[in-house]
């Protein structure tokens, strides 16, 4: 005798796979969903904070680098976005040195990185701050004439 084996699915079993598979699409179309509403989040965040530096630095540097990023990478990017302008900004130009939390944030050190090497390749350096030290904003012209007094422009006359 020769048995036959039946490796078909019952009906019932075709329909739960088809559930099973139709389940699992949806939840990875609401994964994709959610991690493009967190890059998109990510990305205006990046370049409209409203001080013009960061917008160029960090705007810039996230529309190459968050596409490409993972879960864990886009968090601690968030993360970096929530930190203040101005402490931002000096962290990110040598200025002041970043906390510990920042220095070990995955995310702040690749745009850290990429700041140091923009900074270095398009600003001269003489223009350049020593490194902890604040920048100056606007002209010093104080430092240009050794005969004038704190506060005093160069060329203007003391009353």
Request: charged content about 20%; hydrophobic content about 40%.
């Amino acid at each position: 005798k020769h048995y036959t084996v039946n490796l078909s699915c019952s009906s019932w079993q075709a329909a739960r796979l088809a559930t099973t598979d139709t389940s699992a699409a949806a939840a990875a179309a609401a994964e994709q969903a959610e991690r493009n509403k967190l890059v998109n989040k990510l990305l205006y965040r990046s370049k409209q904070r409203g001080f013009l530096e960061l917008d160029l630095l960090v705007g810039l540097w996230a529309e190459q680098h968050i596409p490409q990023m993972d879960t864990r990478m886009l968090q601690q990017f968030s993360v970096v976005l929530e930190q203040e302008n101005p402490e931002l900004f000096k962290w990110l130009t040598g200025q002041q040195q970043a906390p510990q939390e920042m220095q070990r944030n995955a995310a702040f050190q690749a745009l850290s990185k990429h700041v140091a090497e923009q900074l270095a390749a398009n600003s001269p350096q003489e223009a350049q701050a020593a490194g902890g030290k604040e920048w100056l904003r606007g002209w010093d012209d104080y430092n240009k004439s050794s005969s004038n007094s704190p506060g005093q422009a160069a060329g203007t006359a003391t009353a």
